[in-house]
């Protein structure tokens, strides 16, 4: 009797689930998601877990909102995974985060192959173990040539050190006279950082009840609409998701404009 009740729920959230979808779906959808995954550490605090114990339920939540993100028709997912000041944790706690994208994409690859989940990496390579960049590597190279949402880790990345870096490709290349000061404006500079191929962010979402950006997409999260939420990353839902997107259908976006 228990398993038939359960059964019927499942089918029954699955329904709402889906009927949510196809509402969604009838309104303007963001292009580009990025999310700021927060708190799990906190969420295994609450438990009394190890750290890490929340980086592994977090894993999960990414496989989660990556299939619905692709279902709702979101073209490039963007997840901040580790931050340049993130080297600064404890040194077990950062070696478990570089086996994450290992046992993500040794667990999850096989789908994302199949729902045409195309993996990309923006960050700082130079500083990745061996075993993580291959993981990664060998992901990008199996889903190139997929045309479905793209699904983009941040990760060893940092947004000061992006802009400096493209100042400095800018001032290189205008000195060796590649570059013209009248070809220098926004959008020409922003072929300089390493979301130079996405659309900017529609929606930034951030979990956990921290209000900042944690030097995430400085430059590029210039208009976008923000959706902030007490919820740790690890208890992070498909409805919670839908919810941010209803929130941002709701908004007027005039950039700057009246």
Same mark, same amino acid.
């Given at each position: 009797m228990l398993n038939k009740i359960k059964l019927w729920?499942?089918?029954n959230n699955s329904s709402t689930l889906r009927d949510k979808i196809e509402e969604i779906k009838k309104l303007p959808v963001p292009e580009h998601v990025a999310i700021i995954?927060?708190?799990?550490?906190?969420?295994?605090?609450?438990?009394?877990?190890?750290?890490v114990a929340g980086?592994?339920?977090?894993?999960k939540v990414v496989r989660k909102t990556t299939m619905l993100a692709n279902d709702l028709g979101i073209?490039?997912? !963007?997840?901040?995974? $580790?931050? !340049?000041?993130?080297?600064?944790?404890?040194? @077990?706690?950062?070696?478990?985060?570089?086996?994450?994208?290992?046992? $993500?994409?040794g667990s999850y690859?096989?789908?994302l192959v199949a729902n045409n989940v195309q993996v990309k990496m923006m960050g700082y390579k130079d500083q990745l173990p061996d075993h993580t960049l291959r993981a990664i590597n060998n992901a990008m190279e199996q889903t190139k040539n997929n045309t479905g949402l793209v699904l983009n880790f941040a990760l060893n990345y940092g947004s000061r050190a992006e802009i400096l870096d493209a100042v400095k490709q800018v001032l290189n290349?205008?000195?060796?006279?590649?570059?013209?000061?009248t070809e220098i404006d926004e959008q020409r500079f922003s072929s300089?950082?390493?979301?130079?191929?996405f659309p900017d962010p529609d929606l930034l979402i951030r !979990?956990?009840?921290?209000?900042?950006?944690? @030097? $995430?997409m400085l430059w590029q999260l210039a208009y976008s609409e923000f959706w902030f939420t007490d919820v740790l990353w690890p208890d992070f839902s498909e409805n919670h998701l839908i919810t941010a997107i209803e929130d941002y259908q709701k908004r007027q976006r005039r950039f700057g404009g009246i």
């Open positions: 729920k499942n089918q995954m927060d708190g799990n550490g906190r969420w295994a605090k609450k438990r009394a877990l190890p750290r980086h592994y339920e977090g894993m073209k490039v997912l !963007t997840l901040y995974a $580790f931050s !340049t000041e993130n080297w600064k944790r404890p040194k @077990n706690e950062v070696d478990y985060l570089m086996k994450l994208p290992e046992e $993500f994409l690859l096989p789908e290349e205008y000195k060796s006279g590649i570059l013209k000061e300089y950082l390493m979301t130079a191929n !979990t956990s009840g921290e209000i900042r950006l944690s @030097n $995430f």
